[in-house]
């Protein structure tokens, strides 16, 4: 009966959690919550960036390829190759992975079907159903600079939640939100692909699933209402991330160029490189304190040029109808508009 019931509360609240996810009502194929306890061994993909598209009420994934992204839901409907369907399902570990190259070059071989150019497609989050998303802090130290504050000498941790996700193309409404001073923060975001429970630096790496562009966008006078972020970090919309998500093997996270552009105006540019805590060091730090799972995400910090570090009579805060993209190298454009 215990076991029963634990069932039905956690399917409760994976349902609770898709109906107020402010995702316009998607939802991921049922098939691909489950795994996770295979997740901690299998082999993680090399070599591929994915993509999550929005089609028919539902979350699918897309590869990117040299003839656009491949819609992996419609080949393997048709080709059946034993491939899976959603980036929940890869950062599982459930299907066959070695079946997506052979679907990419069944597709190829088809023609163009199977392929949406990629200024057409319409993409969700490059990770969809995160058990956690966990920000950092004051981790670039020009931003800690520009801000006032000292060098951290542990990382500081807070959270968003699955309702703040948000995709390359989506709007944040901030004339619905009781604030005014919104901010931008463009962040690499660390995926991850292996369960990971006290791990050392070293071996962080071996957790890494790959990356992608994000913005851990905020609303500054909520943020400084009390002492926790929270409230300021957390509204619906306000974690933009993808469109795509790059396996670790193609990206060294603590070397890329970063950058942030409103209105077409360059306002952050920076490299991770000037992060105080790096990519492994955040992975063991972490997980000494949590378990990491499969698809958990971590922004890592923003670098300096946000508008909360410039003087007082400097600052205009982000207003409706503004325009925002991030773009980190080799992780590709994130760009969304305030309404």
């Keep these: 009966m215990k076991n029963d019931r634990r069932t039905f509360l956690k399917t409760a609240a994976l349902a609770g959690a898709a109906a107020t996810s402010g995702l316009g009502g998607l939802t991921t194929p049922a098939a691909a919550r489950t795994g996770a306890a295979r997740a901690g061994t299998q082999q993680l993909p090399k070599g591929m960036t994915f993509a999550t598209l929005r089609q028919g009420g539902e979350y699918g994934l897309g590869i990117r390829t ?3 992204v491949l819609d992996v839901v419609k080949a393997e409907s048709e080709l059946s190759e034993g491939a899976p369907t959603t980036i ?3 950062l599982e570990g459930e299907g066959d992975m070695a079946a997506l190259a052979r679907l990419i070059d069944k597709a190829r071989a088809a023609g163009e079907r199977f392929f ?18 966990i920000c950092i802090g004051l981790n670039y130290r020009k931003h800690a600079a520009e801000t006032g504050n000292p060098v951290p000498t542990l990382p500081i941790l807070f959270n968003k939640f699955n309702s703040a996700l948000n995709h390359h193309g989506g709007t944040i409404a901030v004339s619905k939100e009781p604030a005014e001073k919104f901010d ?6 660390i995926v991850i692909g292996r369960e990971a429970r006290n791990v050392s630096e070293e071996e962080a790496p071996n957790y890494i699933f790959g990356y992608a562009t994000g913005n851990d966008f905020t609303a500054r006078d909520l943020q400084s209402r009390t002492s926790q972020w929270m409230i300021g970090k957390s509204g619906d919309g306000w974690a933009p991330l993808g469109p795509w998500l790059v396996t670790a093997d193609q990206v060294d996270g603590d070397n890329l160029k970063i950058e942030l552009k409103v209105n077409g105006e360059t306002r952050q540019s920076s490299n991770t490189s000037d992060m105080v805590f790096g990519c492994k060091k955040l992975v063991s730090y972490i997980s000494k304190h949590m378990t990491l799972k499969p698809g958990d995400i971590i922004f890592t910090g923003t670098p300096e040029g946000v508008i909360s570090g410039m003087p007082k009579d ?8 503004d325009k925002v993209t991030t773009s980190i190298e080799k992780l590709g454009e994130l760009y969304f508009q305030l309404t």
Excluded: H, M, S
């Design 184 to 189: 931008y923060e463009a962040e690499l975001v």
């Design 314 to 321: 400097k600052q205009v805060w982000l207003k409706a109808g």
């Design 88 to 90: 929940n399902a890869v």
């Design 116 to 133: 949406v150019p990629e200024n057409a497609a319409e993409f969700g989050p490059c990770v969809t159903d995160p058990e956690k998303i």
């Design 66 to 68: 040299e003839r656009g």
